[in-house]
């Protein structure tokens, strides 16, 4: 069984905040390299899910979640129905420490707010959770909604590169991993239009050596990792993820050579057990 990459370990460490607020937890996921494309995709009801949810709540919190969702509807202007929205993120959030409904909401009062801070914000939340989604439908939706609040605040913004960075990253973190090569290549376009105008931009030269791992083309991608080693030497994600291409690749003199110094950055037990152990298989 192949194992996961340590980036999505990593990602997992990086993540406590979201563990923090909402208690997500996940089983560990198949190895991010792509297998073949689904065609049957597996699909997540938001609305079912909050309803689901709902079906446990106290007396006093299903009174006041219906207060907060009439606020929608009675609501005549903007500022009012995005207030609302608003207010029911803040609650699934800080009351019922649920991401799905949160983002949600976050998700509909950035639309209706249509500004590039808040489509921004929105678009950048559900790219972190898609870095850290196990559940393939959650991640399908997670992506899907991602590329949307993107592509929208582009629209408003068409030179902001950290947008296209943020939009590339969507096609190779969501659906891209899942064995999709069209939508690989979807992202790593979005992220070559970046760097043919900066090649000095370490996010998306990253984003791209993710998408050379992806899509198995590991020469690539080490060439993209080894550049931003070279302009951050201290970037963990881009170590662990050259120590898995090169394990990938088949060269295991340089796969436990990085994997010791990703240990190293790290300095974390629990992720040093993991290298441990994948150096172990190596020999």
Known sequence: MKKQPLILIFSGLVLTALLFFFGRTTEPKKAIAPTAAVNNVPSFNIISFIDSAKA????????????????????????QQIQAYNSLANFWKDSIKSFEPYAYYIYQSSKLDNSEKSLTFAAQLFLEAIRGEHDEAKLNWETKTAIELF?????????????????????????????????????????????????????????????????????????????????????LEAIAFLADTYAAKGDKENAIKWYNISKRFANNPAYSKEVDERIKMLK
């Open 151 to 235: 592509e929208k605040a582009i629209q408003l913004n068409p030179e902001n590169q950290d947008l296209k960075i943020g939009l590339g990253s969507c096609y190779i973190f969501g659906t891209g991993r899942n064995g999709d090569p069209q939508q690989t290549m979807k992202g790593i376009q979005e992220l070559l239009s970046v760097v043919r105008k900066d090649s000095a931009n370490m996010k998306a030269q990253f984003v791209l050596g993710v998408g050379g791992f992806v899509s198995r083309q590991y020469d690539k991608a080490i060439e993209r990792f080894t550049k931003v080693i070279t302009a951050q030497p201290d970037n």
């Open 56 to 79: 446990g709540f106290t007396p006093s919190q299903a009174l006041y979640i219906s207060e907060l969702e009439n606020g929608i509807t009675r609501g005549d202007i903007p500022t």
